[in-house]
């Protein structure tokens, strides 16, 4: 009888770690930023990123399948380098953008596509349109932080918008209407 029940319990035991729930990872809003970049009137590529926003990551290291990403950020934090195109991008020829405007992005489905690789699918909510994306992602690296001594996780990814999908096309196809976003995030076990 005891050595039934000792099988039970080492076959529940190996059950739960192999259906372990992912974990919750918060952004470090100080070591996260979006990239982007068009071209602008075939003379440069022009630059932008967003900085400092949150986000939340239910990260399953065992079953990257399983895991979640959610992000979002007021379209007002965005960073130019220059001020007159901050504000032209705020005006009504592009976001119009309030106070309360938020760029959001939340997961639908990952497919892992390699070791530490995956594409990500989720909707991409940007001047209140709403649109499907897939972000190459890949995994930089898991452990613990060697300061904060805290399980930690660093990602990039990639994707190309299309600018006039989300009634932004102001000036298209002069100014690329095709928009490449790079991003690199890193993310602390929540507590």
Request: charged share 20%; aromatic share 10%; net charge negative.
């Amino acid at each position: 009888m005891k050595k039934i029940l000792l099988a039970a319990a080492l076959i529940g035991t190996a059950a739960t770690s192999a259906f372990a729930a992912p974990e919750k990872y918060t952004l470090d809003s100080s070591h996260s930023q979006i990239l982007f970049n068009y071209n602008h009137l075939g003379f440069s590529t022009t630059y932008g990123m967003f900085s400092g926003f949150e986000g939340e990551i239910m990260f399953d290291q065992e079953d990257p399948a399983n895991s979640s990403v959610t992000v979002s950020m007021p379209a007002n934090s965005m960073l130019t380098g220059w001020e007159a195109r901050f504000n032209h991008f705020m005006s009504d020829d592009f976001f119009g953008a309030t106070d309360e405007e938020m760029v959001t992005f939340t997961s639908t489905g990952i497919e892992v596509t390699g070791d530490d690789t995956a594409l990500i699918t989720g909707d991409l909510t940007l001047n209140g349109v709403t649109k499907s994306v897939v972000l190459d992602a890949k995994l930089n690296q898991a452990g613990e932080h060697p300061m904060a001594k805290k399980p930690w996780a660093g990602f990039d990814a990639t994707t190309t918008l299309v600018r006039s999908e989300y009634e932004l096309g102001q000036f298209a196809p002069y100014v690329s209407d095709e928009v490449e976003v790079h991003i690199s995030v890193e993310a602390m076990k929540a507590e």
